[in-house]
């Protein structure tokens, strides 16, 4: 079935959003229906929808499966509590890194993290909660990027010729599916949310998993976890669509102390984007381009290089893996 787009400049937000608000309580009933909640402005835009369709009959979670930010979790929690919607931290962290365990290709952790969210987490979810419905946030460049081979997204199941109600034993609901990112901030905006919700940079469905090339373990995420906290920090004044820290995985040869040392690159991305269909780098100054490379070689464990990618999108993508 063909995804007829709302580009951002004809959506109707006001009117959209009784709509989808409408849809999903009819397709609901009187059941209930869960929602995975990233902090992401897709995923809030979907649970704000289903909240205002649903009420209490919304079961709102964040999965906590140890690939994410720095103290996102936390973060979360506390500015949807502000909004009236409590959200459930579910400890997954085993989970997702046995699934994990010995995976180097792209799509075989991409498949690995998908299967481990859906079966697994949201399958007992539905099993203990009796809810037959997922609400989640699949956007339309989600499923272009899909079925096109480009990249698999965790999130797109349908459009694959996967059966959720068959697969899974639940239905996924996805309302914001004709809609591109700018389409989505402009919803999420017109829905109340907080501006650190609808202005806030992309960050993928594998969250970091995305960020670190070769096998994805604990001690792998965390320098990553802790990098990406350095670039957005350096670079939270940058006006840009997304920028991220990535992980390398073969040993690079440096200097420490007069001595050599073979350690680990960090490959830095800035980009400027609307809607990730395509996109440029942002030329950093040098000064912050040193400065950036001066505090990852000093404060990530074992960094000795740091490179910035100049390739746009395409050939390149946002994300590297």
Not at 69 to 79: A, F, G, H, N, S
Not at 247 to 276: T, Y
Request: with cysteine; glycine share 8%.
């Amino acid at each position: 079935m063909k995804i007829v787009e709302i580009p951002a400049r004809k959506l109707d937000a006001k009117a959209f959003i009784r709509e989808k608000v409408q849809e999903i309580s009819d397709r609901v009933g009187d059941g209930t229906a869960i929602t995975a909640l990233s902090g992401g402005v897709d995923s809030a835009v979907v649970t704000k929808l289903g909240h205002m369709a649903l009420g209490n009959r919304l079961k709102t979670y964040f999965i906590n499966n140890g690939l994410m930010r720095k103290d996102e979790p936390q973060t979360v929690v506390r500015l949807f509590r502000r909004a009236g919607i409590r959200v459930e931290v579910l400890e997954a962290q085993k989970a997702f890194f046995d699934a994990l365990k010995g995976l180097r290709d792209p799509e075989a952790k991409r498949e690995a993290i998908t299967q481990t969210f859906y079966k697994k987490i949201f399958g007992q979810l539905v099993k203990s909660s009796g809810a037959r419905f997922l609400l989640q946030g699949t956007i339309l460049t989600d499923v272009e990027e899909t079925v096109a081979g480009v990249k698999r997204q965790h999130n797109v199941l349908a459009q694959l010729g996967i059966d959720p109600q068959e697969a899974f034993g639940y239905r996924i609901l996805e309302p914001v599916l004709q809609l591109r990112k700018d389409g989505v901030r402009k919803l999420a905006k017109a829905l109340d949310l907080p501006v650190s919700v609808y202005k806030r940079m992309p960050f993928p469905g594998p969250a970091l998993a995305a960020r670190v090339i070769g096998e994805v373990t604990p001690e792998r995420v965390e320098l990553v976890r802790v990098a990406t906290a350095i670039v957005e920090s350096e670079l939270r004044n940058v006006k840009a669509f997304q920028y991220m820290a990535i992980l390398h995985e073969d040993q690079f040869a440096g200097m420490r102390d007069g001595k050599r040392d073979f350690g680990r690159q960090i490959e830095v991305r800035c980009w400027s984007s609307v809607d990730a269909r395509t996109a440029k780098p942002v030329w950093l100054p040098r000064r912050e381009l040193q400065r950036l490379a001066g505090r990852l070689t000093r404060e990530v464990p074992g960094v000795v290089s740091v490179t910035y990618n100049i390739a746009a999108k395409p050939p390149s993508t946002l994300e590297a893996v």
